[in-house]
């Protein structure tokens, strides 16, 4: 069982709707990650939270809009999205961010989102 | 030249096999290496970090050579429940905004009954 809890597991949306992806850790990590997996291919961040602070945005289009209300929840506001959007999106979490010893990044399970 | 770089497989073995993956990674000043495995349509899952000296697992024994700068995996007795994709992480040097994992883009393992 993971200790990164997302929902929903799956979600369809339309172009033009507002959906927000949530992510729940409660492993005392302080850095939380957004990542995007198309098929076949490994993660790509897109955001990473370090105490509660936006630290890294791989140029991610605005339709995407994380959010940190506190250290143990990520969320991922999603609107106007394209059908290319369409991919596996994972939370995880570690430690710290930016640190030099060793410490692995724990996953959520994911939501697979489909855009119609 | 990718940053990280491994053969993407498929690896056909048959149950019981001994296989081994090697992954290689182009800054030599890296500082972290794991080895993560992923079902087919679920989350990557910590397999295990990589030390310096080697280290074991079970089954599983992972290497790391500075030198050569490539890191690898081995299995034992392979089993069914090993079959997945094995990707090759490494966190770069630095700290700050650069210190981000870099995934390889996986080693696809299909054990055989």
Redesign the interface.
Known sequence: DTEVTQTPKHLVMGMTNKKSLKCEQHMGHRAMYWYKQKAKKPPELMFVYSYEKLSINESVPSRFSPECPNSSLLNLHLHALQPEDSALYLCASSQEFGQSQNQPQHFGDGTRLSIL | RKEVEQDPGPFNVPEGATVAFNCTYSNSAS??F?WYRQDC??????LM?V?SSGNEDGRFTAQLNRASQYISLLIRDSKLSDSATY?CVV?PPG???T???I????TLLAVQP
């Open positions: 500082q972290s794991f349509r679920k989350e990557p899952k910590l970090s030390y990707l966190k700290g700050g905004a210190n981000k994992l995934f390889g883009t996986g």
